[in-house]
């Protein structure tokens, strides 16, 4: 594909859209040439005008429309447009006149873009500069970067959670376990695993659950990556307000409760890890997605294993061997483990509980029940890899 050069002024006026919505992270995205190559192909000169004006702060449609020059027929398409485009997101609703913001980059406009599953030539085009963006922060994986990423990592707190979706009427022959570690108990404030029902159950009294395309796998599918556990894309589901207003804009479309659990189950069989994430980046804020991806398309996981990203998660289980004499060194658990947790080593399966992100899938892939998961909330953060020990090579 050829890359069309950018003007100093172009650029420069992406390069102030992306400092701006990098505000909405406690992570910020490295602002350079491939990210705003990707703007470039998303956002003509007009949006991003307006969206410099719009700025940070929270606007009503009357006062976003008051910063733009058009006529109120031609500038609700053009909003309508920004919002479609991830780069407004409005605010949740209270009672009052709703309030809209500009997006982060991601989560936000980047999931968002790709969300309708249209796979349009603009899609396709952004997913490659998406790939190619994604790759080139491989770069900053060098000694001292990395260990300045890291030592930067291990300061901030989780902004996801990683939930174990269990059949708890699942009978298991009781065992004793040896943790050797004193346990903490969970508290029962964010949504671990059985709970999940729960949490469907809540949103599905107002009908708030909606669905939409994967953007981590709709990007890795349309730059020419095929998805090595073969996970369809339409299975992000949103709840609340933020589902609301994903429907009402063309980008989701509603699931009942059992439509919401038959997804989640299907993707638990192929190896999914199930994430949730929070308003404001904020585990003591409500939940407003549910994010089942794979260790090779999710752009977290798959970045970790790319030795792109650290890891950091709030996790509620710990995996443990319930019966070691139950291994037959099968190799299940290892392949399935999103962050090589589970290694077999002299025919058995060996796992690093430091490592152990507590997402479940080596029990529930475990043909012989060697595996269990016991309650304990942990904070777990991941050092960024060197390039030459990740998972997945370039």
Known sequence: ?????????????????????????????????????CFDIAVNQQEVDFLLRFGIEPHNYSEAEALSSQSKDTFKAFFDKLIHKGFI????????????????????????????????????????????????????????????????????????????FRDESKTRTATRIEVNRMLKTPEPAVYPSSKITDLFEKHAKDNSIAVIHCGCRELEDMAGNQCRFDFPTETCILMGNFAKYMVDYGVGRYITKDEALRIIETLRQKGAIHQIFHEEEDLSRSEFGFCSCCWDCCSILGSYNRGILP????????????????????GTCENHCPVQAITVNNGKSQIDVDKCIGCGQCEFQCPNNVITLIAQEREVMLPLQKRSEARIQA
């Open 311 to 330: 890891l950091n998660f709030k996790t509620f289980y710990l995996a443990q061997i319930a019966d070691e004499s139950l291994c037959d060194g099968c």
């Open 1 to 37: 594909m050829t890359k069309k050069t950018m003007s100093s002024e172009r650029k420069q006026s992406l390069r102030k859209l992306a400092k701006l919505m990098n505000t909405r992270h406690r992570r910020p995205w490295p602002v350079t040439s491939p990210l705003l190559a």
């Open 89 to 164: 997101c409005k605010e949740h609703e209270s009672g009052k006149e709703p309030e809209y913001l500009l997006a982060g980059i991601a989560f936000g406009w980047f999931e968002v873009i790709f969300a309708d599953g249209k796979r349009t030539a603009e899609q396709k085009k952004l997913a490659v500069r998406g790939k190619e963006l994604l790759e080139s922060y491989q770069k900053f994986n060098i000694f001292p970067l990395r260990n300045l990423m890291n030592f930067k990592e291990k300061k901030l707190k989780p902004s996801q959670s990683v939930i174990a």
